[in-house]
């Protein structure tokens, strides 16, 4: 989706909302235009069952065999709905339009909750399935208690206190929401009862900022979490907080979640990240079972900001360096996972980064590896131009 319940991730192209062209004075509009084709990428490959239901119940085809969305803007989503008889063009609205690019999801994921109750249906679909889990994520209050830089561009916050005595990770590429006081605020607006339906009813004055991070580590014995944070200037609320961090500031943390899920039989990995996820990828290659095999593909800006990363005769690491291009702006990971050699056996894709790059990856390694949906799995923590997801 298009907000940190979804992790997902943003574009532009035919068909997506603002292709008729969206009002230069609307900014909403402008924004869903850019966010288009992440959002229509996910809802049609991560929750193809979901859409099935919504086209059969809300197009009006019971007798649908597959529902594709070609576009979604403030008011409801175009779908195209193919049945025995052919395809059928379904027009669906929102209960309400949506007024503000944080209630994009809830809206979303609404269609799906009314298709299920018109049709009385017993059964859950992935949508169904991801709105119950996330329902059931915790918010933690904590405060930064050390802050380390490793490079001009990357700096550790640790983070300890609060309920954080009661955290668990939940895979090696653990990563939480970072909630963060709104601008010009010096305090948080929200407390553990914290939820994105809430966060997408605030004022916006009102809402925490923030982005993905993943936990680099975690020692519970003393219950304290590290995090690496790519710092740019005042680019991105998260990084310009992360500048300025110090000891006894205090944050909110909405998770923990993870994506890593290799299947049954995996026997090799690629492993796809800019700055933002390496750290994960670190922990996955620490975290693997010994003599599995491990390809990373990792854009940074120079070989100066390399993040170290575990090594092994079978791991075999590909630098990207961006020399000088703005992050995010580059299509160095995609070109590197098109030069791949055949993939071979039973590979596994992990990706985090910008979510252009990772749209950009996953289409490649499904429509033309030809890997299944449950062989890959990447995440966007960021979006260029939007800070972090």
């Known amino acids: 989706m298009a907000d940190p319940q979804g992790a997902a991730a943003p574009e532009r192209a035919p068909g997506a909302p603002g292709a008729q062209g969206a009002p230069v004075d609307d900014p909403v509009a402008a924004t869903l235009a850019e966010l288009g084709p992440a959002v229509l990428d996910r809802l049609n490959n991560d929750f193809e069952d979901s859409m099935l239901l919504v086209g059969r119940v809300l197009g009006g085809r019971p007798e649908a065999l597959s529902a594709t969305v070609t576009g979604v803007d403030r008011r409801g989503v175009d779908v195209t709905v193919t049945d025995p008889a052919g395809d059928h063009l379904a027009r669906i609205d929102f209960v309400e339009e949506v007024g503000d690019v944080a209630q994009l999801t809830a809206s979303l994921l609404g269609l799906v909750t009314r298709a299920r109750e018109v049709s009385r249906e017993e059964g859950t679909t992935s949508a169904e399935r991801e709105m119950a889990e996330l329902a059931g994520i915790r918010t933690f209050l904590a405060q930064v208690v050390a802050v380390a830089d490793l490079h001009p561009h990357l700096r550790q916050v640790t983070f300890a206190g609060g309920d954080l005595a009661t955290f668990a990770p939940r895979g090696p590429d653990t990563f939480l929401y970072l909630l963060l006081p709104p601008p010009g605020r010096d305090t948080l607006t929200i407390d553990q009862g914290f939820t994105?339906?809430?966060?997408?009813?605030?004022?916006?004055?009102?809402?925490?900022?923030?982005?993905?991070?993943?936990?680099?580590?975690?020692?519970?014995?003393?219950?304290?979490?590290?995090?690496?944070?790519?710092?740019?200037?005042?680019?991105?609320?998260?990084?310009?907080?992360?500048?300025?961090?110090?000891?006894?500031?205090?944050?909110?943390?909405?998770?923990?979640?993870?994506?890593?899920?290799?299947?049954?039989?995996?026997?090799?990995?690629?492993?796809?990240?800019?700055?933002?996820?390496?750290?994960?990828?670190?922990?996955?290659?620490?975290?693997?079972?010994?003599?599995?095999?491990?390809?990373?593909?990792?854009?940074?800006?120079?070989?100066?900001?390399?993040?170290?990363?575990?090594?092994?005769?079978?791991?075999?690491?590909?630098?990207?360096?961006?020399?000088?291009?703005?992050?995010?702006?580059?299509?160095?990971?995609?070109?590197?996972?098109?030069?791949?050699?055949?993939?071979?056996?039973?590979?596994?894709?992990?990706?985090?980064?910008?979510?252009?790059?990772?749209?950009?990856?996953?289409?490649?390694?499904?429509?033309?590896?030809g890997l299944g949906r449950d062989a890959v799995s990447l995440v966007a923590y960021w979006r260029h131009g939007g800070g972090h997801e």
């Open 196 to 369: 994105w339906e809430q966060h997408a009813q605030m004022p916006e004055a009102e809402r925490p900022v923030g982005g993905y991070y993943t936990v680099r580590r975690w020692r519970p014995d003393v219950g304290e979490l590290d995090v690496l944070m790519v710092v740019h200037g005042n680019e991105g609320q998260a990084s310009a907080w992360a500048q300025r961090a110090r000891p006894g500031d205090t944050v909110a943390l909405w998770g923990p979640r993870t994506a890593y899920h290799p299947p049954p039989g995996c026997d090799r990995l690629l492993l796809v990240a800019d700055e933002t996820g390496l750290p994960a990828v670190a922990a996955i290659l620490e975290q693997r079972p010994p003599g599995l095999p491990a390809r990373v593909l990792a854009e940074v800006a120079s070989e100066a900001e390399r993040q170290a990363l575990p090594g092994a005769p079978e791991v075999e690491v590909t630098w990207l360096h961006r020399d000088g291009a703005e992050a995010g702006t580059t299509t160095l990971l995609v070109d590197a996972a098109r030069a791949l050699p055949p993939l071979g056996g039973r590979p596994y894709v992990w990706g985090g980064g910008e979510s252009r790059a990772m749209t950009a990856v996953r289409r490649h390694v499904r429509d033309d590896r």
